[in-house]
């Protein structure tokens, strides 16, 4: 039938899906399972929101670059010539061969491996052997993507009219990152992991710390309270609580002393590129991710003089989340590749003048988030099988979990706007 | 379009796929490949009728459990604190995680482990951190299934509104199984085998032996002649029906003198619960499916005491059959994952005092039932592959193979009642 | 809905998509991604076209037999008891099990491994045990399939009413073949290759050597300026092409000298059985594909005193290419499994008279197109990924490419003239 006619059935069934979401309540399991769903999250999510792709770290000089997948879509974030970041769609304008195969490196100009079709980093075709007269090289450039560096943190636009709602937002946080001096980091280690879920359950997964009991490494820094209302801290966590407050007013002293951002600003649901932003303090001796707290990293990023400035983490709506320490910063890209497949791409950052095997350890750096990012994995496959079975039925949120709401809150409201954006055309 | 829309066009299509069938013959191939008919076979035969799940000697002991996987769904069959029976969603009401991983063991409580959630064996929820002051508990219970245990074999049924016919069955076949005391049974050897066909094609192979001389193992013990009608035992199988015929006057006199029921009883397709069962004599030695037909167990089920009393087989539409002799007995359950993979659970029992070892060996004991399985799997892929052919055309049972009928008209015919009953509403 | 209904409305989704297409450019994605068009692929052009599925040298005795699989169809090519060829559904008429597993060997009858029923390979069934009195077997021989050899090349074509251009396609081709005595070769070789990609990915790389830079090994005897118009030759292949134009001159006059049929005929988008055919030089020595152009074989073909022959190469739509040289020959027959999956099956001919390791060593004879294989596998593999990616747009042709365009052409007029017939009924 008429593909209009098809698109219009099927967002009837969306708004059905849509009509009977509980709020506080997870999704209803289409949301997770679906073929359908997954190509509208395609659609409506990663193909009209601010998505994160890379930070300006991973291409610092010109030629390098670092592809990035999500469902059939491959993007290539290189630095051009003229030091400027460009995202292309990996796709050869010939005939439509896969330019670069996935991962990272450096290259001087790009070519297609079929027919040598060659084109400069930022784009420009600027070779086609034997091909018509009458053909024009300037029609054929490599396709590009729109994107904005929100402080070194790269995020495109697939959309032909990008909302703006990122110059605001970008606005607000830049200062936060302002003294972590991205620009001036590399990539001590990046890590792909699959995990066997929807990415959305990846997302909620991140949102909450209600299973962070089942997080052993992460729990000698992170506090764990994270997210309860106050007057919910079970009481196993009680003690905790305590260090945590008595954690949190040193470090706010600090911030206040070295004019360091840190107050949470939290606009989850409440804005086109929903976000949350906030410098936190870590527990033990407070520095980094490390089993102790202590700094994993003796060079400090930018030009910090203390290690223990606990976290400044930010996370945005759809895909993003990060953690910047004094002594590095970690970025995860959550990718989705299937309605039960998803990417979680993790990369630590250290300063550019840190020598590896001096300086840091790759694994002693990586340890807590390798661990905690399997279990997390873990959790999600465990989820996505469970939400599969026709006697799942969408549960509670308890009060900790409330930005798990939030995202889910988020995520529907942009599924309407789509919709009924549709529903105009 | 909406979902009954969709509903009624697929009942559609499936009516004339009904339509085309021609009783005598193998179904038409969507019945065998078609996605939306195993969703159909899951939704109305898997979905409604009784299903055999697991038998009780596999869950003695209060917290003892297995998981049974069908399509999407995982069923938790376990012994709760009050050595009762119960089968459970193995789905969270919290998030919807999955909280037993597919197998078998013994619990205390089920703690879910994502968020630890936890619930008694008999799915009362009992520990849920944390929650809202007005979160009910008893509102997130472990959802139940029902079930109901045949001499002490568990089949379940998915329906909220369960027919009733098994009562009837029960009445009818539990005097069978009396003396072998299925509850003073436990497990030897369970095995899973995964056939690469459609779980029509597992059931249909086996309700006939026109392949039996390909099972020499089997055809050691088995009177291939099963199925035969007395007017059409092929030549070369004369001599084994002589055997037979004396091997069953000796049986029944046995029988008769011991008050065990024998007589064959065939109800494939004219019930609600189609079933047939029967006690047979054995070849050879008479007494269990070894290569001499000598027993394989020292310590007789229940209070036997003699070996030789054949083997009482029971079938069950739509997934189940066994075989109970005096040493032993093996039940087997045939479970759907995709329209072309199937489960068979094969599960060998035995007296709870007999001492592994000592009076059974596991490999002896498995052995002509594994090569059996093995020979079977290997018949349904190929079938399965054939049917696959756009060249496929249903094609004529031979006399011997009226059982494989009588299962296809159950079937069908369950089908039709469902798309009444859906039409209806 | 009514599959009428359904296929209906899927035929107005292609319809568009056939409105899409630009001449001169590639296809629309969907013609390679699609499951839809698969199926219409498999139905419009493997159901109604010459498919070339082996050659008589593959099945030289009585009993001799290849299958060929291509979507869910499994093909019996066999030479029967008079020592004819006959092609089969390889689909038991009983439960429609699959006869015998892909593969070649030789066999005595055909005989279902599930239930014994055996067939004569010419495809007659001769025994089904137990069968009922009434039933008929001459109703139960295996299903036929049309066929015709072309100078031993076997093309098979499903329809019910097979299309008679074959007929005058034989004689135009024919004589081109004829002193290369195919019925007097043997198989040296045969290898199965699997392409991730989708058919005409495969069919269209064959036509054009754009990208035969890329193939080091062919390019020692390949002229790569092949399908280049003369006034389009690189500068880089200039030489190539003086070499390539005085080795004709020495092929055309040999070739009259013993009357070898060597004219280029081009018909590739013009005819119902669109073909190309052509003798043409080799560079280096000129007779095989060897690193030096030195024949690979000492028997050579038929009656041949002359090994340096050039290559004979024919193309016809849709599936096959081969090249027939003094000393040996090869076929190439392209097979879809998948949307993005594709058998090529290459076989290596030699005369029935050379002695492996005497007269050639087959490491030696299959080299050239074993790494050109795999070369052309990586770059249909990088397509297919390509125009699966939602930003590939189809790109132009080159003009050496004018072969590309005419297999779309093909193909394009194949499946408007199949929608037409159905649109018609």
Redesign the interface.
């Known amino acids: ?3 209009t006619v098809v698109r219009h ?1 099927d967002n ?2 969306t708004r ?1 899906l849509i009509a009977e979401r509980t709020p506080g309540h ?1 999704l209803p ?1 289409p949301f997770y399972t679906s073929d359908e769903i997954f190509d509208l999250d395609l659609d409506a999510i990663f193909g009209r929101h601010w998505i994160f792709v890379a930070s300006e770290a991973e291409i610092r000089e010109p030629g390098d670059y670092v592809t990035v997948e999500f ?4 993007l290539l974030v290189i630095r051009d010539d003229d030091e400027n970041v460009q995202v292309l ?11 670069l195969t996935p991962g990272s490196g450096s290259v001087g100009n790009l070519v297609c ?4 079709w060659t084109y400069k980093p930022d784009g420009t075709l600027i070779w ?5 007269d009458d ?1 024009d090289t300037s029609c ?1 450039n490599l ?1 590009k993507v729109a994107f904005r560096s929100i402080a070194g943190l790269i995020y495109v636009n697939l959309s032909d009219e990008p909302n703006d709602d990122i110059d605001e937002v970008a606005s607000i946080v830049e200062p936060y990152f302002e003294q972590h001096q991205l620009k001036r980091a590399k990539v001590a280690k990046q890590i792909d992991l699959i995990e066997l879920g929807n990415w959305k359950l990846t997302m ?1 997964n991140n949102r909450e710390c ?2 962070c ?2 997080h052993p490494e992460l729990g000698c820094t992170y506090f764990i309270t994270w997210g ?1 209302p106050e007057d ?1 801290i ?1 009481p196993h966590l009680q003690e905790t609580h305590e260090r945590y407050l008595s954690a949190e007013a040193e470090l706010e002293r600090k911030c206040v002393e070295r004019n360091l951002a840190f107050k949470g600003i939290e606009e989850l649901d409440t804005r086109t590129m929903g976000f949350r932003v906030q410098r936190e303090a870590l527990d033990g001796e407070g520095e980094s991710y490390s089993m102790t707290g202590a700094k994993l990293v003796n060079k400090l990023l930018g030009d910090f003089d203390d290690a223990k400035l606990g976290r400044l983490s930010m996370h945005t709506q759809p895909n993003f989340w990060c953690h910047f320490m004094a002594d590095h910063a970690i970025t995860f890209a959550v990718l989705p590749i299937a309605p039960g497949r998803t990417l979680v791409r993790t990369t630590w950052l250290v300063h550019e003048d840190a020598v590896e095997g001096v300086d840091y350890n790759v694994d002693d750096l990586t340890y807590v988030w390798r661990e905690t990012n399997a279990q997390d994995a ?2 999600v496959e ?2 996505q ?16 979990e409330y930005q798990v709401d939030a995202f889910c809150n988020w995520y529907i409201d942009k599924l309407n706007t789509h919709l009924d954006a549709e529903a105009a055309e």
Chains 1, 2, 3 share one sequence.
């Open positions: 039938m008429p593909a059935q009837l069934t059905r997870s399991a469902g059939k879509t491959s769609h990996n796709v050869c304008r010939h005939r439509g061969a896969r330019i491996g079929y027919h040598q086609a052997a034997s091909a018509a053909f054929h396709r909620e209600y299973h009991d089942m309860y919910a079970p873990a959790f465990l989820a099988i469970g939400v599969t079975d026709p006697a799942y039925i969408p549960g509670p949120y308890v009060p900790s």
